[in-house]
C-alpha cells in the first residue's frame, strides 16, 4: 500500500508540473498584460479589467465544454482503445469551429453587455469603456485559435503528454512580453495602442500556440498512430452529442464560477478606476495561485480517467485522497506566503498608495480562501474522471451565485448587515461561495466511490 501511495504521489507530479508550468505562463500572460496596461495608465488597466471580466467567462464556457476530452481520451487510452482517440478529436475540432463563431459575436457587442451596468447615478467611464470593447473586439479574431489549440492539447493531456503544452504556452510567454510592448506603447512606427494592443497580442498568440501545437500532434512519435487513423466520418453526432452531454455541465460550471467574478468586476466599476484597479491586481495574483491545484486537478482527472479505463477503482479512489492531501498543505504554505510577502508581491503591480491600501486588505481575503479553493478544484476534478460532470454544475451554480454573489452584494454595496465595505465584501463573499463548493464536491466524490464498483466502472466508460 505504501509503495503504491509512492508510486501515485510520483505519476502525479510526473503529471501535474507541466501542466502547472504550463498554466503559470498561460496566466502570466494575463498578469504581464496587467502590469504593462498598469504601466502605461490607470485608465488602460481598469479597461483590460473590465474587458478581462467578461472574456474569461466567455473563453472559460468553451475550455469547460472542449476540457471534457481529457478524461475521455485518458479512459480510452486506459482501456487499451486508442484507435477512438482521433474520432473524438475529431469531433471536438468541429464543435471548436462553431462555438468559436457564437463567441465572436458576443464579443464584438460586448458594449452591450458593459451598459447594462452602467445608469445615470452610476455610469462607467467612457474611456474605461472604451479600453475594454476595443480589447475585446481585438482578442475575438483569437478565439478559433484557442479552441483548436486546447482540442489537440486535451488530446495529449489524455495520453498523459503534458509537456507539449508546457513547452508551446512559454514560448507563448516569452513572444507575449515583446509584442506587448510594441502595440501598447506603440514601438516600431506602428501606433500607441494602449490597454487594447494586449487584447491584439493575445489573438497573435493564440495563432502561435495553436500552430505549434497542431504541428506537434501531426509529427510526433507517440502521436503517429492517433494521425494515421483513417476518417470514416467527418461529423459523427453521437461522439459529439457524448462530447456536449458531459461537457455541458462542466461549460456551465466554468462559466458561473468566472462569471461570478465578472459580474463583481462589473458592480465595482462605478465605485471608480481605483478600486477596479485594486480588484483587477488581487484576481491576477489569485488566477496565478489557481494554477496550483488546477494543474494537480488536471492529473488528478488524467490518472483517475486511467485507472478507471484499467478497471481500477479502488487505486483511483486512493489516488483521490492522495491528491487532496497534496492540495490541502500547499494551500496552507501559498497562503502564508500571501500573508508575508503582501507588501511587495503588490508592489509589483502598481506604485500608486490608494490603490496599494485596498489591495493590502483584499490580499488577506485571498489568502483566507486557498484552502477550499485548492479542495474544491482537486475535488471536481476527481468527479471529472469519474464522468460525474452534472453535479459539478449544480453544486457550482448553488455555490457561487447562490451563496457568494448575495454574500458578496450584501456585504460590499448595502448596509443590511454593515455599513458597504466595497470590494472586501465581495471577496468574503467568494470565500464563502468557495467553501460551500469545497464541502458539496468532496460529500458528492465521496458517495461516488461508495457505489459498487461495477456502476462506477460501467459510468467511467460512458
Request: net charge positive; charged share 10%.
Amino acid at each position: 500500500m505504501k509503495q503504491h501511495y509512492k508510486h501515485e504521489v510520483k505519476n502525479l507530479v510526473k503529471l501535474a508540473v507541466p501542466v502547472l508550468i504550463a498554466q503559470i505562463s498561460q496566466t502570466a500572460i494575463t498578469f504581464v498584460d496587467t502590469i504593462m496596461a498598469g504601466n502605461y495608465s490607470k485608465t488602460a488597466l481598469s479597461g483590460v479589467a473590465i474587458a478581462v471580466s467578461i472574456w474569461l467567462p466567455t473563453i472559460l464556457f468553451g475550455q469547460g465544454l472542449l476540457t471534457v476530452l481529457t478524461p475521455i481520451i485518458s479512459n480510452l487510452n486506459g482501456a487499451a482503445k486508442r484507435n477512438l482517440v482521433a474520432d473524438h478529436t475529431r469531433q471536438g475540432v468541429v464543435i471548436a469551429l462553431v462555438l468559436s463563431m457564437l463567441m465572436m459575436l458576443l464579443l464584438y457587442h460586448s458594449d452591450l453587455i458593459i451598459n447594462l451596468r452602467s445608469s445615470n447615478d452610476h455610469p462607467i467611464d467612457p474611456e474605461m469603456m472604451d479600453v475594454a470593447v476595443k480589447f475585446l473586439r481585438a482578442i475575438m479574431w483569437g478565439v478559433p485559435a484557442f479552441l483548436l489549440f486546447l482540442v489537440y492539447r486535451n488530446q495529449c493531456e489524455g495520453l498523459s503528454n503534458t509537456k507539449p503544452a508546457m513547452v508551446i504556452i512559454f514560448i507563448a510567454l516569452l513572444a507575449n512580453i515583446p509584442i506587448n510592448y510594441v502595440l501598447i506603447y506603440g514601438k516600431l512606427g506602428l501606433p500607441a495602442f494602449g490597454g487594447a494592443g494586449c487584447g491584439i497580442t493575445a489573438a497573435i498568440i493564440f495563432w502561435l500556440m495553436f500552430i505549434l501545437i497542431r504541428l506537434y500532434t501531426l509529427t510526433a512519435a507517440s502521436q503517429r498512430d492517433i494521425c494515421k487513423t483513417s476518417v470514416i466520418k467527418l461529423v459523427d453526432i453521437s461522439i459529439i452529442k457524448k462530447i456536449i452531454v458531459l461537457g455541458m455541465p462542466l461549460a456551465l460550471a466554468y462559466f458561473f464560477e468566472m462569471s461570478l467574478f465578472a459580474v463583481i468586476a462589473l458592480l465595482i466599476a462605478p465605485l471608480g478606476q481605483i478600486t477596479v484597479a485594486a480588484h483587477q491586481i488581487i484576481f491576477t495574483i489569485s488566477s496565478l495561485t489557481f494554477a496550483i491545484p488546477l494543474s494537480l486537478g488536471v492529473a488528478t482527472s488524467i490518472r483517475v480517467g486511467y485507472l478507471l479505463g484499467n478497471k481500477k477503482p479502488t487505486l483511483a479512489k486512493q489516488t483521490a485522497y492522495i491528491s487532496l492531501a497534496i492540495s490541502l498543505a500547499i494551500a496552507i504554505i501559498v497562503a502564508l506566503i500571501l500573508v508575508i510577502f503582501s507588501s511587495p508581491i503588490i508592489t509589483i503591480f502598481t506604485k500608486e498608495n490608494a490603490v496599494i491600501a485596498i489591495c493590502m486588505q483584499l490580499i488577506i481575503l485571498l489568502a483566507i480562501y486557498q484552502a477550499s479553493d485548492y479542495l474544491q478544484v482537486v475535488a471536481s476534478n476527481v468527479l471529472r474522471g469519474y464522468k460525474d460532470t452534472k453535479s459539478i454544475f449544480f453544486i457550482t451554480l448553488l455555490s457561487y451565485w447562490g451563496v457568494g454573489l448575495p454574500v458578496g452584494y450584501i456585504l460590499g454595496l448595502t448596509d443590511l448587515i454593515i455599513e458597504p465595505i466595497g470590494a472586501a465584501g465581495f471577496w468574503i463573499g467568494i470565500i464563502s461561495g468557495l467553501a460551500v463548493a469545497a464541502l458539496l464536491l468532496i460529500a458528492r466524490m465521496i458517495f461516488i466511490q461508495k457505489q459498487p464498483s461495477k456502476i462506477i466502472l460501467k459510468r467511467a466508460s460512458r
